[in-house]
Nanobody, 115 residues
Framework: VQIVESGGGSVQPGGSLRLSCRAS???????????REWYRQTPGSQRELVAS???????TYAESVKGRFAISKDNTRRAIYLQMNSLRPENTAVYYC???????WGQGTQVTVSS
C-alpha cells in the first residue's frame, strides 16, 4: 500500500486549496474500514488533527477550521480529500493524511498561505 498526497501549494489569504490523498494498492474493504484523517504540522510543533471522517461518515474538525475546511472521500478511488477555503496565514503547515487503524501516513504536502 502506498499513500500519495497532492494538492498543496502557495495561496494568498482568503484563497482555497484542495488536498488529495490516494491509498494505492489498498483493497476496498480495508479502505472502507478506516477512519480517514488529516493532520498538519509546523516546525517545532507536534502534528495536530485537523479533520477526520469515521466509517459512518461522521466528521469532526479542529475548532480553528470549522466552517472553512471539509473532509470527503471517494471509495472507488480510495481517495480522501480536504477542501480548504478562506485560508489564513496560520494554516501554513505540512499536511498529512492518515488512515486508522492501519496507521498509514502520507508523505506530507506543504501548504503556504501568504500575501
Amino acid at each position: 500500500v502506498q499513500i500519495v498526497e497532492s494538492g498543496g501549494g502557495s495561496v494568498q489569504p482568503g484563497g482555497s486549496l484542495r488536498l488529495s490523498c490516494r491509498a494505492s494498492g489498498m483493497i476496498l474493504s480495508v479502505f472502507n474500514s478506516q477512519t480517514r484523517e488529516w493532520y498538519r504540522q509546523t516546525p517545532g510543533s507536534q502534528r495536530e488533527l485537523v479533520a477526520s471522517m469515521n466509517t459512518d461518515r461522521l466528521t469532526t474538525y479542529a475548532e480553528s477550521v470549522k466552517g472553512r475546511f471539509a473532509i470527503s472521500k471517494d471509495n472507488t478511488r480510495r481517495a480522501i480529500y480536504l477542501q480548504m477555503n478562506s485560508l489564513r496565514p496560520e494554516n501554513t503547515a505540512v499536511y498529512y493524511c492518515h488512515l486508522r487503524p492501519s496507521d498509514y501516513w502520507g508523505q506530507g504536502t506543504q501548504v503556504t498561505v501568504s500575501s
